[in-house]
């Protein structure tokens, strides 16, 4: 059975930081990418930063860049989501996923993610 879990959300003061991780279960992780993707309340589920098993290349949209930092550790099959100087808007529950094997899709296309997580509840306050 596949099971993505998300851990490390929680309360944090506006630049303050977090590190979620995220643990992959019962799937051979090969040639696939993982990714981040966040939903606040009343929003879209927005896609944060993305990575491959293989390789480890990593992408960050502009809107993420220089605050979140995706990376993983092959070898106890996590991917992990480094957050600095958080701000309100980053409020969100965040999900990790996975595509299939071979996957080269765009990143950020929600359709590509075959697994997800139950999400973890990110809170910043002022």
């Known amino acids: 059975q596949v099971r993505l879990v998300e851990s490390g959300g929680g309360s944090v003061q506006v630049g303050g930081s977090l590190r979620l991780s995220c643990g992959v279960h019962?799937?051979?992780?090969?040639?696939?990418?993982m990714a981040w993707f966040r939903q606040a309340p009343g929003k879209e589920r927005e896609f944060v930063a993305g990575i491959r098993w293989i390789g480890g290349d990593t992408y960050h949209p502009n809107s993420m860049k220089g605050r979140f930092t995706i990376s993983l550790d092959s070898a106890v099959n996590s991917v992990y989501l480094q957050m600095n100087d958080l701000e309100l808007e980053d409020a969100a529950t965040y999900y990790c996923?996975?595509?299939?094997?071979?996957?080269?899709?765009?990143?950020?296309?929600?359709?590509?993610?075959?697994?997800w997580g139950q999400g973890t509840q990110v809170t910043v306050s002022s």
């Open positions: 019962g799937l051979t992780t090969s040639d696939r990418a």
């Open positions: 996923a996975t595509t299939d094997v071979g996957y080269f899709g765009p990143w950020n296309a929600r359709e590509g993610y075959i697994y």
